[in-house]
């Protein structure tokens, strides 16, 4: 059974870092071009960064440009978002997604076939 899961949310300061990890099971993950989508409460879900199959090919929401990373360890079926000089509007449940391949158009969600369960992040003093 295809899965993906999040995981490394919770609760850090205003300048704190976190880092999430989207774990695949049941394929390969170096199949598939991964993204990262947050939804805060009353909002709609909203792209953040994505990356393609290889690692090559990375682009990232304006609001998180210079601030969230994203890398991939296909060896270990992962891919991480580093989340630095993190602030409250950053708070949010943050989902990964997957598609077969890496697109412009990556922050549309319709586009893609795979979904983890979320992980919420808070940033508050």
């Known amino acids: 059974q295809l899965q993906l899961v999040e995981s490394g949310g919770g609760l850090v300061q205003p300048g704190g870092s976190l880092r999430l990890s989207c774990a695949a099971s049941g394929f390969t993950m170096g199949n598939y071009a991964i993204a990262w989508f947050r939804q805060a409460p009353g909002k709609e879900r909203e792209g953040v960064t994505s990356i393609s199959r290889s690692g090559a090919s990375t682009d990232s929401a304006d609001s998180v440009k210079g601030r969230f990373t994203i890398s991939r360890d296909n060896a270990k079926n992962t891919v991480y978002l580093q989340m630095n000089s993190l602030k409250p509007e950053d708070t949010a449940v943050y989902y990964c997604?997957?598609?077969?391949?890496?697109?412009?158009?990556?922050?549309?969600?319709?586009?893609?076939?795979?979904w983890g369960q979320g992980t919420q992040v808070t940033v508050s003093s």
């Open positions: 997604a997957a598609r077969s391949t890496y697109v412009n158009s990556w922050w549309r969600p319709i586009i893609y076939d795979y």
